[in-house]
Every structure is written in structure tokens, then in C-alpha cells.
């Protein structure tokens, strides 16, 4: 509504608009909130547009959601069936739920559309979350005051999980059912309690005739009621924050530049929920999904080579393809302890939620640094994240891929064990080799930056001087090209107290401080510091700012460049 | 990062000038702003709003396209006519979305002020003085409700709150692991003199009727009601057994203990959920002999006890003893000699 409408102190308001804002107000003085974020401020950045993209998922799973719920029937009694679904499927024995997912696909108009776009939205939900994390990961917005909000969406990845997998094997098919097996036996394998655990899950012994209806339940109230709220939280604690801004002239710790939410963002956020939904309808209306009625109702005897589950459970699938069983099942005073499952299904994945649960504190712990964060920064400004980052990926891709080693082995004719070795080895060797590379990729573009602001574009001119030297002309930077490139603290290892007091006595806490030191210097002790003006007026008079660099210890700083320093 | 000297909260300032810190570069302030086409040329302002009207037009005939689509695309009963009324409603249900999506965000580019506004951040952390007063509200709440004091009261409440949830746990979790019975995972159909059938005919197999190198997935034999209830599918996910027949010399061991044989004439019959977390090992290569679990690609060895020649199971496949009848027909000397299926805590016990 425009704001000649809205009620002033003046007098009464006369247009309709105007008379139901006033009506509105004085129930609920909303106009307070109006005032407060109608034109809050936004910054523009495409990356900030992944998140949105994983909240929109989650909207266009609910609609399709409520869709399919109106007519799919969660139960495990059997039927013979005799309905609209493929001449394969007539006269079988299934389950109800199998049944009436056929009835939806085959039956319902439109059906078949809803449950493939509520699949693709799913992986797509998934998706959109893993790629916001690592966009909030690599560019350090976890860092004070947002440590918690990256707890919630650590969170919601898992719920995230949850509801994809509960989600997942409702049609009872072949396919989900072995799933269902799986996570059975990896249940069994906790240590004391997993027997009974495996009872409190199926009601009693595998299959059953409860889970189906318990992973509704699960998966339609409970865990998109916990989504909802955490995404509430997750979205709230953004607007108190304030979004964070990518560096650049005029952003600072204390302000945020960009565009007001009404009417841009309203208008760029609404587009994009529209451009989000009417994707996964193209999704789901021309690339078929799940099509149950190809593996059949669950029976325990049959399974299909070469199953996958959906991409975000491959990293858990190729743990456990990957883990070695020999010698893995230790039998301790008549117990029994299966590693081999144990391992790869607890251990791996609580590691890696871990590092994502505790980074933020320890990054901040080894920093040493209490102020607010608002600027993003640099993936290459911070070497050591980026590399643990990109480490981590390293890791979770090389399980997903041996998630698929089946594949692999069929679609390249190779050996099997061959491949599941080389991942096995990949698994260690290649996250170390990811974070080193990338952590050296960092550095070097580190110093491409200081050249850059101490010499300037190059030109690709070449010009003669009368005494016949021949220099290149290089272009110096503008003054934001260069405020992004010097704009970033290059932080030092933690310093200590000494281990002893002035009186010689031994000083507590010394051995925890120094191995919080020694992992600071892990993070901190190769670094590339940022041109200093003192340091680009001495490249600027020739030859002057080798000495500099010397000085400050820098080992990266530019060397070597001769004709560089003549352009001026 | 934070440290820059003067942080230029005004917009389009470009320029600074004064004095240089030797250490840190001045924040050169937000970048001018650039005027767009449409900002300059009231032509192509007509343009674009004429390509926004033309986008929300297409959505409007993508809406339309999908009711035409419901009445004029009618699945036939195949799969083909389904695929069909699939891919119209969605397609046109895409159109009328994107349009939407396309035209609001080519708006707010083209046509909407893009001109960045500033607004200030204020630390999050509250003022002392509020910080006071909300400690000073909590002390005064701890003294009104006279917590501290009252020891008892305190010891009261507590074991209340603490036990109530039981009234709420008990009952769901009695309940929710059906009978608890856990020693359900020793056994399964397979008894003395039970026949070995065909999966899922339930037709009982002859030995003779096995050729060598063949391979059989087996189901115990039980009536044809009992195979349509569900308690059936529980006990088929334990008993399910493949069966092959090697030649006798290249059956090289079993499992079979001291003066007993669990196999019969080359034809050896083991458990198929697999030793590793459950899935029915399913792949046979008659070559080699080997097993393969498709899941997790378990290697087992049939002509060896069914040990393991690769991958994450730790133990063979349990044997199932078998013999003939006298009409000829397989069937089990016993129950499995040990809990079929992945390994659990009290497996052993």
C-alpha cells in the first residue's frame, strides 16, 4: 500500500486501503513492524540466493506434500492388487501403501506430477543446503555473532536427512525396503542396546507391519514441524543479525549496503520462489523419478544390482562399501562388536558432523578474535579454511563415489576390488592432498593480489625508451579494485603467557595453552599480509619495496619483477 | 577488516583525500552509482516494462494452458497416456510459474530503483544499563519466588518435574518394541525335515531336478495362506536361503562340524541375508563360484564354507543343513546353527 493511505496523526484515513491499514493497526500495530522493515536493507550477492533456494525447495515440498498426502494410504496390510498401475503390478501381492502410491502415479490426474516434483524438490532441497553451507562456510559467515545460526542450519541438514530418508521408503517398494534393511543392520551393530533399538524402531522384528505408518508419522508431522521451527529461528536470527555483505568500498562491520526489501526484494525473493517452483514442475513433469512400479512391492528376497539411495545418503552407502571386514568383528567377553558396520555408519559420519558443529569455535578459539564479523572474507584471505573446507568436501565426494562403485565399475568395465581400494586409499590420501593444494591455490592468489595492487594491470603494451630498454605499461588499480585486494586482516598465531610467572613459578594452563598455540600456528603461520601504503609508495619509486618486504618478513611478497617497477 | 579508519557511511562517495595511515589504506567509500539504460532512455524503460507485461501475459496463458491440458490430455490407462498427462500439466504448470519468476525479477533489475541505501549496524550485545535491569529482574524474581531460600520446596519441585515424564515414556516405551522379545533373531522356519521350495512359487525342490552350476533361491515350504500375511514377510526375511549345486570335487569345504554333512551331492545351501548389515546376497558367478552382495559387495566363496573373499561382511553365510527325503525332495536337517543376518551385541550369548 502506498503511503498517502497509511493513517497519519492528521485525521482520519478516507481510501479503503487506508481505512483496513488503520482497522489492522490499531489491533495489532503493525505498523510499527512496517515501518521497521519495509525498506531494511538487503545486500545483493548471488550466492546469498542458495539459501533462498533451499527455503523455497522446502515450501514447494510442502505444497506437493499436502498433495500427496490426500491420497496416499501409509499402511502395511496386504492386497492383492487390481487397479490402475501397469500390467506388471496387476495381481500381486503388496502392500497398501505400495498400492495406493501406484493409484496416485496412475489414477489421481496430476499424481504422477506431484510425487516427482516433490522427489526432485527433495534432492534439490538437499542440494541447495550443502551448497548455502559451503558458501557460509568458505566465506567465514559463521564467525561471532552467527556461531549460532550455524548451529540451527547444521541442524536442519540433519533433519534435512531425516525427512529425505523417512520420505524415501514410504512406497514400500523393493528398493527403499532393502534401505530399510540396511539401516536395520546397522542399528544392530550399537554396541549393548542395539537389538532393542532395532525392536523400538520396527516394532518388533524387521520388517514388520509398523514402520510404514511410524515414518509417516515421522515424516509428514514430526520432523517437518522441527524444519519448520528451526528454519523460523534460522530466519529470524538472520534479520537480527542483519545479512552479511561480500567486501568492497564503503562495507564495513558496522553498516550494510544494499537494497531495500520492499519493493526489490520482495520482488526478487518472490521471483525467485517462482523460478524455484516452476523449475522442479519442469523437473517433475519431464524427468521421471522413482518409478516404483519398475522395482516392485517389498519382498525380502529380491534385490537390484546397482541400487543407489538418493545422492545425499551415498556418502553413508560408500562408508560402508568402503570399510574392510576382516578382523572387524571383535567378540569381547562373548559380545559382539561389529566395527565393520560400526565404524563406517556411527563413527564416519559423527566425525564429520562434528568438524561442522565445532569449526566455528575453533576457528574463533585459534584466532583469538572477539569482535563481530560482518564482512565476508575472501575464500583466499583465510588459507587454512578454505583448504580444511575444501578437504572436507574431498572426503564426503570420495564417499559418495564409492557410494556408487558399482556403478563405476560397470559404466568403465573395471575391476570392483580395484576400485574399492582406491578409494579406500583415496579416503585419507585425498582429503590431506585437497587441503594442501588448495591451501598453496590460496596463498598464490594471495600474492596475485599484492602484485596486482604493487604493479598494476598488465596492458600487453610495450613501449621503447630512447635508450633502447623495452619495459611493459602496466595500469595501476582503481582505488576499489585495490581496497578489495588490501582490505583483510591476516591473522597471527595465537601468543602466550610463558610457561613460568616472574617469580619462576610454574603457570597453570600453560600445556592447554601451548597446544591451542601449536594449532594456531597450523592455521596462522603461513600467510600473505596485504599491501600496506607504505609499501606501495615504495614500489612506486623504483626498486624500493624489495627492501620493505624483507623487512616485514614477508617471504611471498613479490620479488623479481624488474621491469615492473620502471613502468612508472 | 573492521579497521578502517573512515568508514564512508554516505553513498556515491568516491574520493578521499588527507593524510595516509602508512599501515592501512583508506575505505575508498561505495562505489558511484551507475545509471542504467532504462534509468537514461525512456524508450527502453518502455521496452522492458512492455517485456515484463509480456512475461506476466505468457504465465497467465501458461495458468490457462494447464486447465486446457487437464481436460484435453486424459491418460488413456497406459503408462505411455500417463507419462503424456504428466508431462502437459507440468510443462504448462512450469510456464505459468517461471513466467511469474522471470517477469518480478527482470522488474526489480530493470525497472526498480537500484540505487544501494546504508543503514547502520548496532552491536548485539545489550547496554550495560539494560543488562542491569534484566539481571536486577531475575534477582528480584529468585527473591519473590523465594527459591533460594526454600531447600525443600526447591528438592520438590525438581523430583516432580523430573518424574513426570515417565507418566508419558513408560507406557510408549513398553509398547513400541512390540514384544521386546529379541531371541526372536535365533530362529527361523527352517526345521527338521522342512522342505526347500522355490521362491516365490513355493514349488518344493527335487535334488535331481538340480543341474550342476545351477543356482536356486529358496523359501521354506509352508502353506499358501500362511505366504499372504505378514508375518510370512517377517519370516522370509530370515529364512530365505540360496542354493547351489558345484561338482563334488570342486566343493572344496562347509560348514558342516565333526561326522556331520550339511551338504547333499554337491548341492550346498546358505543363508542369503548377508553376514554385513542384512541385504539378500544375490549375485551368483557361476565361474568362480563367488557370491556377491550387491549392497555392499560382500564377496563370498560357495565352493569354500561361504567365507569371505572380499569386502565389509565379516563372517560366511550361516549353512542351512540339508538331505533328501524319500520322495527325493531337499529338505533342512535343522534350524540354522547360528543367528542368520548382520551381527548384533548378544549374537554369541
Known amino acids: 500500500m502506498s503511503t498517502d493511505t497509511t493513517a497519519s496523526n492528521s485525521g482520519a484515513p478516507t481510501t479503503p486501503a487506508g481505512k483496513a491499514a488503520d482497522y489492522l493497526d490499531q489491533r495489532t500495530s503493525v505498523g510499527g513492524a512496517v515501518k521497521e522493515f519495509a525498506r531494511k536493507v538487503f545486500p545483493d550477492h548471488w550466492s546469498f540466493m542458495l539459501g533462498e533456494i533451499a527455503l523455497f525447495s522446502f515450501v514447494v515440498l510442502l505444497l506437493t506434500g499436502v498433495f500427496l498426502t490426500m491420497f496416499f494410504d501409509p499402511s502395511m496390510a496386504l492386497e492383492e492388487y487390481h487397479g490402475a498401475g501397469p500390467e506388471t503390478m496387476q495381481g500381486q501381492l503388496m502392500s497398501v501403501a505400495f498400492a495406493s502410491t501406484l493409484d496416485l502415479s496412475f489414477e489421481v490426474r496430476g499424481g504422477l506430477l506431484m510425487r516427482q516434483i516433490h522427489h526432485w524438490a527433495a534432492l534439490i532441497f538437499m542440494a541447495a543446503i550443502v551448497v548455502h553451507m559451503m558458501r557460509v562456510f568458505f566465506t567465514g559467515a559463521f564467525r561471532k555473532p552467527r556461531e549460532i545460526n550455524w548451529l540451527v542450519g547444521t541442524v536442519l541438514l540433519i533433519l534435512g536427512l531425516a525427512a529425505g530418508f523417512s520420505g524415501y521408503s514410504l512406497p514400500d517398494d523393493v528398493l527403499s525396503g532393502n534401505g530399510l534393511r540396511i539401516t536395520d543392520g546397522v542399528i544392530k551393530s550399537i554396541p549393548v542396546i542395539g537389538s532393542y533399538m532395532s525392536y523400538f524402531v520396527f516394532g518388533g522384528e524387521f520388517p514388520g507391519d509398523q514402520i510404514i505408518p511410524r515414518l509417516f508419522t515421522v515424516h509428514i508431522l514430526l520432523v517437518p514441524a522441527l524444519i519448520l521451527a528451526l528454519i523460523g529461528v534460522h530466519l529470524f536470527l538472520m534479520v537480527l543479525h542483519k545479512h552479511t555483505q561480500y567486501p568492497g568500498g564503503g562495507r564495513t562491520d558496522k553498516n550494510v549496503v544494499g537494497y531495500p526489501l520492499f519493493p526489490v526484494y520482495i520482488a526478487k525473493m518472490g521471483g525467485n520462489f517462482f523460478i524455484v517452483f516452476g523449475i522442479l514442475a519442469l523437473m517433475g513433469a519431464t524427468m521421471s523419478i522413482n518409478n516404483v512400479w519398475n522395482y516392485g512391492p517389498y519382498d525380502p528376497s529380491p534385490v537390484g544390482a546397482g541400487a543407489q539411495p538418493d545422492w545425499y545418503m551415498l556418502f553413508l552407502e560408500g562408508s560402508l562399501r568402503l570399510m574392510p571386514g576382516a578382523g572387524m568383528e571383535w567378540v569381547i567377553f562373548g559380545y559382539t562388536l561389529s566395527l565393520n558396520v560400526l565404524i563406517p555408519a556411527v563413527v564416519i559420519p559423527t566425525l564429520l558432523f562434528l568438524f561442522l558443529f565445532a569449526y566455528p569455535f575453533v576457528e574463533a578459539k585459534v584466532t583469538g578474535d572477539k569482535r563481530e564479523h560482518h564482512v565476508l572474507d575472501r575464500p583466499r584471505n583465510v588459507p587454512v579454511r578454505t583448504g580444511l573446507g575444501v578437504g572436507f568436501l574431498t572426503a564426503f565426494i570420495i564417499l559418495a563415489l564409492a557410494g556408487s562403485n558399482d556403478l563405476i565399475a560397470t559404466h568403465f568395465g573395471m575391476s570392483i576390488n580395484q576400485i574399492t581400494w582406491a578409494f579406500r586409499i583415496l579416503f585419507f590420501v585425498g582429503p590431506v592432498l585437497a587441503f594442501l593444494i588448495t591451501k598453496r591455490i590460496c596463498l598464490g592468489l594471495q600474492r596475485k593480489d599484492r602484485e596486482l595492487v604493487l604493479h598494476g594491470h598488465e596492458t600487453g603494451r610495450i613501449v621503447r625508451f630512447a635508450n633502447g630498454e623495452y619495459i611493459e605499461v602496466h595500469r595501476p588499480l582503481d582505488e576499489q579494485e585495490r581496497w578489495l585486494r588490501v582490505n583483510y586482516t591476516a591473522h597471527k598465531p595465537l601468543e602466550i603467557e610463558p610457561a613460568t610467572d616472574a617469580r619462576g613459578v610454574k603457570r597453570k594452563g600453560y600445556q592447554k595453552d601451548k597446544r591451542w598455540q601449536r594449532l594456531s600456528r597450523f592455521f596462522y603461520e603461513d600467510r600473505v599480509e596485504p599491501v600496506t601504503p607504505a609499501e606501495l609508495a615504495a614500489a612506486h619509486s623504483h626498486g624500493e619495496h624489495d627492501e620493505i618486504a624483507a623487512e616485514r618478513k614477508s617471504p611471498e611478497v613479490t620479488t623479481g619483477a624488474e621491469s615492473v617497477e620502471r613502468e612508472r | ?349
Open chain 2, 1 to 349: 577488516m573492521s579497521e578502517n579508519q573512515n568508514p564512508t557511511p554516505g553513498r556515491d562517495v568516491t574520493t578521499t583525500s588527507g593524510a595516509q595511515d602508512p599501515e592501512r589504506f583508506t575505505d575508498p567509500g561505495v562505489p558511484a552509482h551507475k545509471l542504467r539504460l532504462t534509468d537514461t532512455d525512456p524508450a527502453a524503460r518502455r521496452r522492458n516494462e512492455r517485456l515484463v507485461v509480456l512475461l506476466f501475459a505468457i504465465s497467465c496463458l501458461g495458468a490457462i494452458g494447464s486447465i486446457v491440458a487437464y481436460f484435453a490430455v486424459r491418460p488413456d490407462g497406459t503408462t505411455e497416456g500417463v507419462r503424456l498427462s504428466t508431462i502437459a500439466l507440468g510443462v504448462t504448470m512450469a510456464i505459468s510459474l517461471l513466467g511469474i519468476g522471470i517477469a518480478a525479477i527482470h522488474w526489480s533489475k530493470s525497472l526498480m530503483s537500484d540505487h544501494e541505501h546504508v543503514d547502520e549496524r548496532h552491536e548485539l550485545a545489550s547496554s550495560p544499563e539494560v543488562r542491569e535491569v534484566a539481571v536486577q529482574h531475575l534477582t528480584d524474581g529468585v527473591e519473590d519466588s523465594g527459591i533460594a531460600r526454600r531447600g525443600v520446596l526447591k528438592g520438590a519441585a525438581v523430583s516432580a518435574l523430573a518424574l513426570f515424564p515417565l507418566t508419558f515414556a513408560v507406557p510408549l516405551i513398553s509398547s513400541v518394541g512390540g514384544d521386546w522379545n529379541i531371541s526372536k533373531f535365533r530362529h527361523t522356519l527352517w526345521e527338521r525335515g522342512t522342505r526347500l521350495a522355490y521362491d516365490p512359487t513355493g514349488r518344493p525342490i527335487r535334488a535331481a531336478d538340480l543341474t550342476v552350476g545351477s543356482a536356486a533361491h529358496v523359501i521354506p515350504e509352508v502353506p499358501q495362506e500362511y505366504m499372504e500375511s505378514h508375518e510370512w514377510i517377517t519370516e522370509k526375511a530370515k529364512a530365505v536361503v540360496l542354493l547351489v549345486r558345484l561338482n563334488p570335487e570342486d566343493l572344496r569345504s562347509d560348514q558342516s562340524p565333526e561326522g556331520e554333512t550339511w551338504s547333499y551331492d554337491g548341492i550346498v545351501a546358505y543363508s542369503k541375508i548377508c553376514t554385513h548389515v542384512g541385504c539378500p546376497v544375490a549375485l551368483y558367478e557361476q565361474q568362480t563360484h563367488h557370491l556377491l552382495c550387491p549392497c555392499h559387495q560382500s564377496t563370498f566363496d560357495m565352493a569354500d564354507g561361504a567365507k569371505v573373499v572380499f569386502g565389509p561382511a565379516n563372517r560366511p553365510l550361516p549353512q542351512l543343513p540339508i538331505t533328501v527325503d524319500d520322495e527325493g525332495y531337499l529338505i533342512a536337517q535343522d534350524d540354522f546353527a547360528e543367528p542368520v543376518g548382520p551381527s548384533f551385541w548378544e549374537r554369541l550369548k
